[in-house]
Structure formats: C-alpha cells, structure tokens
C-alpha cells in the first residue's frame, strides 16, 4: 500500500503504548512525530511515558509536548484505568531517560510537518484532540490540508466510558473535538462502538509473549496488567479493549474494517451530556463530516497486531 506519512498524537496511556509501539514496529508506517497530549495523565508525565516506549525500542522520532489542559474544562485524567502513572506504574522503573524532546511545541511541530507534506500527512490522534484543535485555531487554512485525521474519541449507540453519554477523549476536550470536526479536514472515527468490539485477553497476550523475543515483550506484559484487572473488575472480563492501537490498525489494515459516512456533531455544553458525540447515517438533508468505522473483522486485526506488537514469525 506504500508508505503512509503520520503524525501521532498521543496520552500515553497503556492502550496508546501500544499503539505507539504497534505504529513504529511497522514498516509500512512512517512516523515523522509523535506529539504528547494531556488525558489519561498529564502531558508531562505521558511525554516521559512516550520517552520510555521510544527507549526500549530505540528509536529516535521527533517528540513535542503538547497541551497541558484542555480548552475549557480542568482535566480529568484516568489513573484508576491506566495506573498512577498512566503506564501500569512501572514508569518509576525507568530513570536516565534519553532526553528526546523537540523545542518546538506540539502545535509548532503539527502545523511545521502538514506544511512539510501538504495533502499528504495523517494524524493519528488517540487522546484528547487539544493540539489538534489549538493547531486549527492557529492556521485553520495549512491543517486543511491534512490528508486525514483518524481519531480515536466518541461513543455512538455504545454507552459511554465516563458517563453515560461520553467516551473519554471526547469527555476530556469537548471543545477541541468540536473545533475538529467542523474544520473541514477528512476525518475517521473509531467510536467505543467499534472498539468494544476487540477485546485483548490476558491468556492471548500471555500466549503471544511466550513466543515473542522483542526487547520490549516483558513491558507490554506489565504495563497491561492494572489495566486488564480493571476490566476484570469493571467489565467482568481479565482482558483490556484495544481502542488506540484500533487507530492505527485502521491505517495499516483498511481491508479490515468497514466505515459509513456520517454528520457527526458533539455536546459541549450540557453538563448531564458533555461529550457526547451524536452521529446522523440516515436523516436527509445530511452533509457527512466523517467516515465512522463500524465494524472490524476481529480475529484478524488481532493476529496483525500481535504479530507486530511482539515481533512474531
Ligand atoms: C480512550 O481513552 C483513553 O483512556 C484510552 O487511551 C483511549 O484513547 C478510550 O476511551
Ligand atoms: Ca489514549
């Protein structure tokens, strides 16, 4: 399929680990940032988490920091799901890291790498859109050209997972997300509703890391398992869904999902749904803001991805 040019945009975040390691484990990804974002922890911590990832597979990718609150409410990150410290606590593991991040902002890089690769760039963005928006506000003419934006955020027919109504990156940066999705760039979602659909079993992991001889296997094994005991708990399942690392399976492996268009709008107001992302498919007049992706063939996005993640034969 060629090589795709993305920006990633991230609050790492156990599933964004994954996804980070999932995106620049594969070949066909060429990963020309990655932008830090404040969401399942603060953008300090998850800039050190990205810096941590980056290490064990060293690798050396521009790294910016972004925004350290969203554009209107106070953050409210998700330490109960990912851990003190947003990586399963093992961050503390780590001491003498590398220092890899840029000068420039993570706003400066986004905008500096969509003017680099006009109406070729996608962003894969797997926390709160506030960067994303902040780089909007900015230049809203450059980000129109974007080739993509692919995000992870919303909950459409699925309950949320903050409230009722809400998924969490939504929830986090309402405003931001409305200011993405009226820019006017083409724009994938994948919702709760396709990501519940993927759930990574405890024994699947534990299977696929016998196998595997990657230098970062016995990470990814310990940064999930607060994660998957919450699920445990929560959901009733010891296992965890793989919403971010869906993201960039979308890119790598279209022919896996399905997507329809839709006019997507977002609450930003109310406070009983705050978040909450409402999708018309059908009503008529309806002018489609974005493709939605509603279904995934599981068990093979499974394979792929482990198959990467690990490094399996
Ligand atoms: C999203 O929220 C975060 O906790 C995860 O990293 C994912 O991006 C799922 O709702
Ligand atoms: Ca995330």
């Known amino acids: 399929m060629g090589l795709h040019p993305i920006v990633l945009d991230t609050d790492p975040g156990v599933d964004d680990a994954l996804a980070i390691i999932y995106a620049l484990n594969h070949l066909d990804l060429q990963v020309h940032a990655i932008t830090t974002v404040c969401g399942n922890i603060g953008v300090d911590q998850a800039t050190i988490n990205t810096q941590i990832v980056l290490s064990l597979l060293d690798c050396v990718v521009p790294l910016a ?27 503390v593991q780590f001491e003498s890291l590398e220092e890899q991040v840029v000068k420039k902002s993570a706003v400066e890089l986004i905008l500096d790498f969509v003017a680099k690769f006009p109406d070729q760039l996608r962003l894969v963005c797997i926390g709160p859109l506030t960067n994303i928006a902040q780089a909007i506000l900015a230049n809203s003419p450059l980000m129109r050209r974007t080739k993509e934006i692919i995000l992870m955020g919303g909950a459409f027919e699925q309950r949320g997972n903050v409230t009722t109504s809400a998924e969490f990156n939504i929830y986090v940066d309402p405003h931001a997300a409305k200011i993405v999705l009226e820019s006017g760039v083409p724009i994938t979602i994948l919702s709760l509703d396709l990501t519940h659909q993927v759930i990574l079993s405890a024994d699947r992991l534990h299977q696929a890391t016998l196998c595997s001889n990657a230098p970062w296997r016995d990470f990814t094994w310990s940064i ?4 998957m005991r919450f699920h445990q708990h929560q959901e009733g399942f010891h296992g965890m869904y793989l919403h971010d690392p869906l993201a960039v399976g979308y890119l790598l492996r279209p022919d896996l999902f399905k997507t329809v268009p839709a006019e997507v709008r977002v609450e930003t107001s109310s406070s009983s749904t705050r978040g909450m992302t409402v999708a018309n498919l059908h009503q008529q007049p309806m002018t489609p803001n974005a493709q939605i992706c509603v279904a995934v063939k599981v068990e093979q996005f499974l394979n792929h991805f482990l198959q990467t993640l690990l490094d399996l034969p």
């Open 224 to 227: 999930t398992q607060p994660c």
């Open 65 to 91: 920091m972004g925004q350290n609150q969203p554009i209107y409410y106070p953050l409210q990150t998700a330490p109960h799901v990912h851990g003190l410290d947003g990586l399963g606590n093992v961050s």
